[in-house]
């Protein structure tokens, strides 16, 4: 259940609410997110480190690589904390770089732009 719980995208609260409407019998909320700090979350950040790792290799065979970049810090109705930047290979549409950062650490556009760009 914690795997699923966390694979959808939903929330403890939520599903356990769902279970109880039906007599269910359900983990503790202290059980589910120990289970996912314990086992889920490892696995998921070492997949995603190997994904990442290999994207990033696929286009070093390449004469021509076309990437696509973009940032984006929109909250609409939210204070903005986090940005997230990703970069994309054009021909195959695979993301071979993604990153969140929170906004006080970033600093403006157009000098990220040109730290990551010098000569553009």
């Given at each position: 259940m914690a795997a699923s719980i966390l694979s959808t995208g939903n929330?403890?609260?939520?599903?356990?609410?769902f279970d109880s409407s039906f007599n269910l019998q359900?983990?503790?909320e202290r059980v589910n997110?120990?289970?996912?700090?314990?086992?889920?979350?490892?696995?998921v950040n070492e997949t995603w480190?190997?994904?990442?790792?290999?994207?990033?290799?696929?286009?070093?065979?390449?004469?021509v690589v076309n990437l696509d970049g973009d940032g984006?810090?929109?909250s609409p109705?939210?204070?903005t904390k986090y940005s997230t930047y990703m970069v994309i290979d054009d021909d195959?549409?695979?993301?071979?770089?993604?990153?969140?950062?929170?906004?006080?650490?970033?600093t403006p556009l157009m000098l990220w732009k040109k730290?990551?760009?010098p000569g553009a």
């Open positions: 929330t403890f609260a939520a599903i356990s609410r359900f983990f503790s997110y120990n289970t996912q700090q314990k086992y889920l979350i490892p696995i480190e190997a994904e990442s790792r290999c994207q990033i290799e696929k286009p070093k065979g390449k004469a984006c810090c929109d109705g939210h204070c195959t549409g695979d993301v071979v770089a993604f990153n969140v950062v929170q906004v006080s650490e970033v730290k990551a760009f």
